[in-house]
């Protein structure tokens, strides 16, 4: 089993839409949980990220994190075209030495106007 | 303030031949990354260097060695090519390994026939 599960999609909605996407991770050291956007044919940037369990709103998107369950969650409220792209949910255990970010595949998102 | 830079943006290479790919970042990160990204696959780690004078193998170092140049800069070298290092590979930096923000240069386009 890979340490960070998430579906690919591709996943399409209309404009105005909310949008669900989703990570499953099998290490429970992992603290930070982070989520990337990357659009077509550039490199990923970072869009937020929670500490340990909780909710965290920016805007239009709200992160959540359920720690029992292992599963973390980005909602976008109101989606928009400019939306379109691939989120990469991504994990670390900051206090481990010589560690890196974990990342998930990525799902792509495409909203329609 | 450039971020992480990246040369060349594209390339494509023979089996069998060599190159190097060039990365530099003028944020005065301590820790930086090499990723190759392929379709179904996500971004898989290549290489990191959590400092300056340290380097550590990744999830896939198999053909790949790096160089610490100095604290701005890491480099990656493909000694002999093969097809199935046809990939986009992104360098990235952070502040340390395992912080939660990472950023990513643009990527080389990397096609080897």
């Known amino acids: 089993q890979k340490e960070v599960e998430q579906d690919p999609g591709p996943l399409s909605v209309p404009e105005g839409a909310i949008v669900s996407l989703n990570c499953t991770y099998s290490?429970?050291?992992?603290?930070?949980f982070m989520w990337y956007r990357q659009y077509s044919r550039k490199g990923p940037e970072l869009l937020m990220y929670?500490?340990?369990?909780g909710n965290k709103e920016d805007g239009r998107f709200t992160a959540q994190v359920d720690k029992s369950s292992k599963y973390i969650s980005l909602f976008i409220r109101d989606s928009q075209p400019s939306d379109s792209a691939t989120y990469l949910c991504a994990m670390s255990t900051p206090n481990q030495a010589g560690t890196a970010l974990i990342f998930g595949k990525g799902t792509t998102l495409s909203v329609s106007s | 303030n450039a971020g992480v830079t990246q040369t060349p943006k594209f390339q494509v290479l023979k089996t069998g031949q060599s190159m190097t790919l060039q990365c530099a970042q003028d944020m005065n990160h301590n820790s930086m990354y090499w990723y190759r990204q392929d379709p179904g696959m996500g971004l898989r780690l290549i290489y990191y260097s959590a400092s300056e004078g340290t380097t550590d193998k990744g999830e896939v170092p198999n053909g790949y060695n790096v160089s610490r140049l100095n604290k701005r800069e890491f480099s990656l070298r493909l000694e002999s090519a093969a097809p199935s290092q046809t990939s986009v590979y992104f360098c990235a930096s952070s502040v340390r390994t395992g912080g939660v923000e990472q950023y990513f240069g643009p990527g080389t386009r990397l096609t080897v026939t």
């Open positions: 929670t500490y340990s369990s």
């Open positions: 290490n429970s050291a992992f603290q930070y």
